[in-house]
Each structure stands twice: as structure tokens, then as C-alpha cells.
């Protein structure tokens, strides 16, 4: 096992979607699971004794729901939250990401993306799955949220920052903007610095959505030539 191995929390109220989870996780010689939790509550309970990297939580757990827990986490701890979830969540889905949720995830994903999003959101990226997304962003869109740009502030964007914005919105990281665009990472963090300043968003999970929303981005729209889609997930950062 790592030195330094991903501390991650489970919290599913069903004993055997924990137990699948931890046997899953417990198999990367880089990963440990620190703790498993009932509901949001005990998870509280837990991460103030165990401090977690990762918190792998249920959006519906009883006592506390993963929203509040998800909320409560991030005002507490340091630690990331990826949310599992089912097509019927939606409204929890949209909660959690106002709440601070960095990831969604369905349960009925492949096992190997659990590992590879604790990963993303150990080293800053956000982790959206593609059915997640779609059913996000076309609720967003269609229910706009006060608290996310109109879409003449995208348009108010300096053109390179229009471009920066529509390669986060296919799922491109730092590195992977630079390159397409012939510019350093450090300039791209200094790009999304300014997105995320003059949209008062969050991090980039909300940039996504914001992209998709304004109309900068459609779900039909092809990746630009010369980018790929990471592994089948939105995998963006988190922080510039």
C-alpha cells in the first residue's frame, strides 16, 4: 500500500452496496477506506474522528440526507464529495452540487470510474458522469438557476475565455486546454481564474453547467478537432 494512500469514506445506508464498494476500492494499493457510515450524521461523526480525502456518499441516506451531509462536510472538512446517484435524483443531483458536491457518479457505472473519479477528486478535478450531465444540464436549462450567469455575462467573456469555457465544458483538463490552444497551463489557470471571477461561479462543475445553459455549449455539439473526451466522463477540475 501507498505511503500516502486516498482516504475514502463510504456512506450508503444498504450494507451490501458499502461492502461491494469497499471490497471494489480496497483492491488499488493507493486507496483506503477509513470509514462506513449509515447516513450523513454518522458520516459527520466519522470524518471529524477519520478525516477523509474522499467522502463517497449516497444522496439518499436517512437521518441526513447526502445534500445536507454533502453541505456539512465541505463547511467541516477539507474532503471532496462524490455523490452516488439514480436516474430518479435529479432534484438531489442539482442540491448537491449547489451543496459542494465535486462528482456524480451512477451506481449502475462501470466499477472501474469509482476509481478513476476518487482519483479526479483527490487531485482537484470534478467527475461527471454522462448520463448525470445530460440529465443536469438539460434541467438546468430548461429550470435556469438564479445563482448561475445569465447568458449575456458568457457572452460577455473575452473571446479566449469563450474558448477556454467551451473546452472545460467538453471535459478537457488543464494540460489538454493548453495544448489545443497553443498556450501554457499556467495561462489556462490564469483564463479560469478570470471565467470563474467574472461569472462568480464556484469551480468548474459550475462552468459546465453555466457553458451549457448560455447556449456557448449544446449537448449536440461534437467535441472541437483535435480534443477527446476524457474516458467517458466529464473529468474537469475543480480549482483552476
Known sequence: MSDNPIRVLLVD????????????????PDIVVVGEADDGAQALALAAKEPPDIV????????MDGVAATRALREAHACAVLVLTTFHDDAAVHEALRAGAAGFLLKNNAPHMLVEAI??????????APAVTRRLLDDFAARPNPSLPAPEQ????TG?????????????????IGTHLFISEATVKTHIGRIL?????HDRAQAVVAA?????????HQ???????KRGAHHADKAP
Open 160 to 176: 479566449r475565455e469563450q474558448e477556454v469555457l467551451t473546452l472545460i465544458a467538453h471535459g478537457l483538463n488543464n494540460a489538454e
Open 119 to 128: 482519483r479526479a477528486l483527490v487531485n482537484g478535478h470534478g467527475w461527471l
Open 13 to 28: 445506508d444498504e450494507p451490501l452496496v458499502r461492502s461491494g464498494l469497499a471490497m471494489l476500492i480496497e483492491t488499488e
Open 56 to 63: 463517497v456518499m449516497d444522496v439518499r441516506t436517512p437521518v
Open 223 to 229: 467535441p472541437p478537432v483535435g480534443t477527446t473526451q
Open 212 to 220: 451549457y445553459k448560455s447556449g456557448l455549449v449544446s449537448p449536440t
Open 154 to 157: 458568457v457572452r460577455q467573456l
Open 197 to 201: 471571477t467574472k461569472l462568480d461561479l
